[in-house]
């Protein structure tokens, strides 16, 4: 099987090579942001390392000055080291079982023949922006690159759950993909729905980005998309998806990518939840990003400021900016909306009326009136993030 040019040998000498470093000291475990560097790996064009094995590289922000995140800069993150490097689509099956009328497994060409279903949503990492935090936190040290504006196509994940049957009793659908864990002992990869999330309509199987196949980084052939939530459910090279009579006892459901359970997801910085909850939907973000924090202007030239702005689902009403670090704020235009799950560009056309060190604010409200604190809420896996930003540009 070959990928856009790229042999199923040359991908795995790559990462080989990586992983090799790793072993040999060369590239230290997690690299923080400052040290952070371009690598290239297959199927992708440079992105900054986070760490090499598992492979998790993030977006450069340059990226994000168009609507669409194209395949090659979309970022990268898997937990386990053994990932699938290559997928024979003439043995690959997508098996469907446990409490269905008739277990399932259908092959890629089977999966095609379902209704095919197209639109744009932000994938994003639970943990973007964790490097942000204050104060800082364990775990990946994301900058913002850890997110995306893709355009999915694939089949609605309960139409594939209807053609198994699925029985009364059941309450979950668990899912799980082609990557291993490098140690028996390590915890599988298992995410599950509850069932009457997972039969909702805009949840796919998408075997498309942007009009092509699924690079293998991120989930060839086929991954689960459910739009409005972070990216921890969107699970990859899916392999296996089993409706349950009892609820999940996965790590990574009972113990990892839970929240505080309170409507703000947040407690005192420092303490620790009473009870917490699987992390579901995305907060509300607006992020600047031409010019870059800390960029320098030539005084006396107009420029405009533009940026994204998303939310969990529902489409973003307002953006307001501030150039004066959040004393007066005035709208932004928006450019077009493609659809609740997609992120929105905005746009500010500014000329500075002296030079000086302009600190310019951004805030997004959606349309069921979520936005962005001023200071950032905290929880001890840093996720969430969505404070306002606060970036410098000198004007000279
Ligand atoms: N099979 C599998 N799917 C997975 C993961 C994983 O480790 N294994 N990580 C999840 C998480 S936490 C994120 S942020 C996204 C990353 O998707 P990407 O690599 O396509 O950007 O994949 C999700 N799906
Ligand atoms: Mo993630």
Redesign the pocket.
Same mark, same amino acid.
């Given at each position: 099987m070959e990928f856009k040019g790229v042999s199923r040998r040359n991908f795995i000498k790559t990462l080989g090579i990586t992983t090799a470093l790793a072993a040999t000291g060369t590239i230290p475990p997690v690299l923080y942001a400052s040290e952070r560097r371009l690598v290239t790996y297959p199927e992708k064009t440079e992105l900054l390392l986070l760490t090499s094995s598992p492979p998790q590289l993030e977006t450069p922000l340059k990226y994000f000055r168009e609507l669409i995140t194209p395949n090659e800069a979309l970022f990268v993150?898997w937990h386990l080291s053994n990932i699938p490097t290559s997928v024979d689509l003439d043995t690959w099956r997508l098996v469907i079982h446990g409490n269905v009328e008739k277990p399932i497994s259908l092959s890629f060409d089977d999966l095609k023949k379902f209704e095919k279903i197209s639109y744009t949503a932000v994938i994003q990492? #639970?943990?973007n922006g964790r490097s942000f935090f204050e104060p800082p936190l364990f775990g990946g040290q994301w900058l913002n690159g #850890?997110m995306g504006n893709v355009t999915w196509g694939g089949v609605r994940l309960k139409d594939v759950l209807k053609s198994a049957g699925i029985k009364t009793g059941s309450i979950e659908v668990v899912f799980k993909g082609l990557d291993k864990a490098a140690l028996s002992a390590t915890p599988g990869f298992l995410k599950s729905l509850q069932l009457d999330k997972a039969l909702e309509d805009d949840i796919i199987i998408a075997y498309e980005m942007n009009g092509q196949e699924l690079p293998m980084l991120n989930g060839f052939p086929v991954r689960l998309v459910v739009p409005g939530w972070? #990216?921890?459910y969107w699970v990859k090279s899916l392999s296996d998806i089993e409706v349950t009579v009892k609820s999940s006892e996965s790590f990574w459901m009972k113990t990892a990518y839970r929240i505080p359970d309170d409507p703000c997801g947040c407690v005192e910085p420092g303490t620790a939840p009473k009870k917490t909850v699987p992390i579901t939907r995305m907060t509300t973000r607006s992020l600047l990003i031409n010019p870059e924090d800390g960029s320098r202007i030539k005084f006396g030239q107009p420029i405009e400021l533009m940026g994204v702005a998303f939310s969990g689902g529902y489409s973003i009403k307002e953006v307001l900016v501030s150039v004066d670090g959040g004393m007066d704020w005035r709208p932004a235009r928006l450019g077009i909306d493609i659809g609740r799950y997609s992120w929105i560009q905005w746009f500010y056309p500014w000329q500075p009326t002296k030079p000086g060190t302009y600190q310019v604010m951004v805030r997004a409200t959606n349309s069921i009136g979520e936005s962005q604190p001023l200071d950032g809420l905290w929880n001890p896996s840093g996720y969430l993030l969505n404070k306002i930003e606060r970036h410098n540009l000198i004007v000279t």
């Open positions: 993150r990492c #639970a943990g #850890a972070y #990216a921890t």
